[in-house]
């Protein structure tokens, strides 16, 4: 039996009886990429930290397209001005945030300073939040 049952959204593993163990982030320095226009992540983005430091505009002048989906990818984002950050996913993915899971080829974006977000891929076609804060919209169906 693993020595815990769920983990909580901020990384932090639950002990059987619901106590914090330990922290789960990967180990190592982050590469981190300020986006001031449209990226398009492939593979060999695996595990980076996207920051809209120096752009300008909507979020939507900076879309992030995730790079297609695997069980164990991990992509990560941080809404470092306030202008917002968007993360889109490729043709036939969805990205999901607890009970919100968008369109085939959906976005998701925040909505204020500090936020962050770091998406797990769990199969071929889904994205999912393993960490995040709470100011994120989805584009939903």
């Known amino acids: 039996m693993p020595d815990y049952l769920a983990v909580a959204r901020n990384g932090v593993k639950l002990t059987e009886d619901g106590g914090a163990s330990q922290a789960i982030f990967e180990e190592g320095p982050l590469t981190v990429v300020a986006v001031t226009a449209p990226l398009v992540l492939t593979t060999a983005d695996h595990g980076k ?6 752009g300008v505009g909507a ?3 900076r879309a992030i397209t995730l790079p297609a ?8 984002f941080y809404d470092q001005s306030g202008l917002g950050i968007r993360p889109v996913a490729g043709a036939g993915d969805t990205i999901r945030i607890g009970n919100s899971v968008s369109k085939a080829a959906g976005y998701v974006e ?3 300073i500090g936020q962050f977000l770091t ?3 769990i199969n071929a076609t889904e994205w999912v939040a393993e960490q995040e804060t709470s100011l994120w919209t989805v584009e939903e169906s």
């Not at 930290?49 to 120096?54: A, H, I, M, P, V």
């Not at 989906?69 to 990560?76: F, L």
Request: some cysteine.
């Open 49 to 54: 930290l996207c920051t809209n430091e120096g």
């Open 69 to 76: 989906c695997y069980a164990g990818a991990c992509q990560r």
């Open 119 to 121: 998406l797990r891929g």
């Open 110 to 112: 925040s909505s204020g």
């Open 59 to 61: 979020a939507s002048t």
